[in-house]
């Protein structure tokens, strides 16, 4: 939805897209989802992408680093950019973390398109607008793990307990984005197997169906 709202608004020009990789796993950090289905929802959203690199175990120097590299990578490839967009919606301590960072590094202006919007509201408009996502992990100190896996749909908003942010906005989840209005075609995602990490985040693989 911040894609979306960065599309729609004519002082914006996307260019790519930024994604933190553990190279060790092939999978996209946190959210473990296979580095081959961000490569395909890349493609379906016309969008080039840059890697930020991590091994693992890392720490947070080591995402430092690597966020600095990829936008190094970033601007060489596109010497103009001045801007980084994040979907982040109401956590103050994460933007500013954030801004810090930009400013070090020095030449670049955090952008926060759906900063402020209420989230319960967000959720349910996501699903009206057609886009399409899974909980692909599911911090189980917060949310049952059965949860993980589930579609993104209204059943599922419906079902959430009391105090959990409608878009996981506090970490209770994350998910995987599929298909809808800004896909080129829906991507062909099948559900793979299930597994608790570090007796906390429950992951679930979604596998290409090709």
Avoid at 16 to 30: C, E, P, Q, S
Avoid at 77 to 103: C, I, K, M, N, T
């Amino acid at each position: 939805m911040a894609l979306a709202s960065l599309r729609a608004d004519p002082a914006y020009d996307v260019v790519g897209l930024v994604t933190t990789v553990t190279v060790d796993h092939d999978r996209v950090a946190m959210h473990g989802v296979r580095r081959a289905v961000l490569a395909k929802q890349a493609g379906a959203l016309r969008l080039p992408f840059i890697e930020a690199r991590l091994t693992w175990p890392s720490h947070n120097d080591a995402y430092e680093v690597a966020f600095t590299a990829a936008l190094a990578a970033a601007r060489d490839r596109w010497p103009a950019l001045a801007h980084v967009a994040f979907g982040d919606l109401f956590l103050s301590d994460v933007r500013a973390y954030r801004d810090a960072q930009l400013e070090r590094i020095g030449g670049w202006q955090g952008i926060y398109p759906l900063w402020g919007h209420d989230t319960a509201a967000l959720g349910r408009r996501f699903i009206a607008e057609g886009h399409r996502a899974a909980l692909c992990c599911v911090d189980t100190t917060q949310l049952g793990a059965a949860f993980c896996g589930r579609d993104y749909d209204a059943a599922l908003l419906d079902a959430l307990p009391p105090g959990i942010d409608s878009c996981g906005e506090n970490g209770e989840f994350h998910t995987l984005s599929y298909g809808g209005p800004l896909f080129e075609h829906d991507l062909r995602v099948v559900r793979g197997e299930s597994v608790l990490r570090d007796d906390r985040f429950q992951y679930t693989d979604f596998l290409l169906d090709e």
